[in-house]
């Protein structure tokens, strides 16, 4: 187990999951998403969930966004219950396409500004200019998302969520369909820029890969409903984990983890 870096431990739980339980209503009746999830995510930390596919996921981070409700249990951010989406909280998604294509990058950026943080004119020219710095998208900040790569999309997705300043950032697989050069490029960044800004993160990936990249803590869920399997808590964190020992033992762990819920659904069906 890590030793807590100084001052670590003074530092406040930002996210506060209790008791979480997530179903949904189909024909076909009640489906339960989640069970139970507890978790707390401190203040600046990268927590990174990994779970087989349908283990709830991307249903936990809506919540945590205050886009679905729960069934039972609460979600508090600075010990305020959740109760619907809010600026503190922005959310990063999967798809290419989630930008508005008739709005420029910093089209895009100034309406996200103005619509969620009512910030316009000079403050929020200031704010885009300094996300796109740091982004590293200033030269394109007049192009349309079609004239842009993937990665380039994705970035600037990235950059929308960036200038609300929310203090916790969603982020839902939002480098899964990305090659691998921009998808390791992009995790680097994703670092460097909360190491910045100290933003509080949940990270939803597949790749156990990145979730040794970027987790601080890696929330491995058992398959659905999901639920808390384990918590890790490497002693290292970043690019460099993956070329040490600890980095290879971890990975062996974590897909022993995955495979057991794997095996365990093939003999229930
Ligand atoms: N809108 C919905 N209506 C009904 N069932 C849903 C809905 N959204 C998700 N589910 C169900 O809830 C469960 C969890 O789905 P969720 O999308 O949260 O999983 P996930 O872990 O994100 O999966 P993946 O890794 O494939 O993205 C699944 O059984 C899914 O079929
Ligand atoms: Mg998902």
């Given at each position: 187990?890590?030793?807590?870096?100084?001052?670590?431990?003074?530092?406040?739980?930002?996210?506060?999951?209790?008791?979480?339980?997530?179903?949904?209503?189909?024909?076909?009746?009640?489906?339960?998403?989640?069970?139970?999830?507890?978790?707390?995510?401190?203040?600046?930390?990268?927590?990174?969930?990994?779970?087989?596919?349908?283990?709830?996921?991307?249903?936990?981070?809506?919540?945590?966004?205050?886009?679905?409700?729960?069934?039972?249990?609460?979600?508090?951010?600075?010990?305020?219950?959740?109760?619907?989406?809010?600026?503190?909280?922005?959310?990063?998604?999967?798809?290419?396409?989630?930008?508005?294509?008739?709005?420029?990058?910093?089209?895009?950026?100034?309406?996200?500004?103005?619509?969620?943080?009512?910030?316009?004119?000079?403050?929020?020219?200031?704010?885009?200019?300094?996300?796109?710095?740091?982004?590293?998208?200033?030269?394109?900040?007049?192009?349309?998302?079609?004239?842009?790569?993937?990665?380039?999309?994705?970035?600037?997705?990235?950059?929308?969520?960036?200038?609300?300043?929310?203090?916790?950032?969603?982020?839902?697989?939002?480098?899964?369909?990305?090659?691998?050069?921009?998808?390791?490029?992009?995790?680097?960044?994703?670092?460097?820029?909360?190491?910045?800004?100290?933003?509080?993160?949940?990270?939803?990936?597949?790749?156990?890969?990145?979730?040794?990249?970027?987790?601080?803590?890696?929330?491995?869920?058992?398959?659905?409903?999901?639920?808390?399997?384990?918590?890790?808590e490497p002693a290292v964190t970043?690019?460099?984990?993956?070329?040490?020992?600890?980095?290879?033992?971890?990975?062996?762990?974590?897909?022993?983890?995955l495979e057991q819920d794997r095996?365990?659904?093939?003999?229930?069906?």
């Amino acid at each position: 187990m890590r030793q807590p870096v100084r001052g670590e431990e003074m530092r406040h739980v930002k996210l506060q999951i209790r008791g979480l339980t997530a179903t949904y209503r189909t024909a076909r009746g009640t489906i339960t998403a989640l069970n139970g999830i507890d978790l707390d995510v401190r203040e600046g930390e990268k927590v990174v969930i990994l779970g087989p596919s349908g283990c709830g996921k991307s249903t936990l981070l809506k919540i945590v966004a205050g886009f679905e409700r729960a069934a039972a249990g609460s979600v508090c951010v600075d010990g305020l219950p959740v109760s619907g989406p809010g600026p503190d909280r922005a959310f990063v998604f999967q798809e290419f396409d989630q930008l508005f294509p008739w709005l420029t990058v910093s089209g895009n950026l100034s309406f996200a500004l103005r619509v969620a943080r009512g910030v316009t004119g000079r403050e929020a020219e200031r704010a885009i200019d300094e996300v796109l710095s740091l982004v590293g998208l200033s030269r394109w900040r007049d192009l349309y998302p079609h004239q842009l790569s993937g990665g380039m999309k994705m970035r600037v997705a990235i950059a929308r969520a960036l200038v609300l300043n929310p203090a916790v950032l969603l982020m839902d697989e939002p480098f899964a369909a990305l090659d691998a050069q921009s998808r390791s490029l992009l995790q680097a960044e994703v670092n460097r820029m909360l190491a910045e800004t100290g933003q509080t993160l949940l990270f939803v990936t597949h790749s156990i890969e990145e979730a040794l990249v970027l987790g601080d803590r890696i929330v491995v869920l058992s398959a659905s409903p999901g639920r808390v399997r384990q918590i890790i808590e490497p002693a290292v964190t970043g690019v460099t984990l993956l070329e040490r020992p600890e980095g290879a033992e971890l990975r062996r762990v974590i897909r022993q983890l995955l495979e057991q819920d794997r095996v365990a659904g093939e003999m229930a069906s």
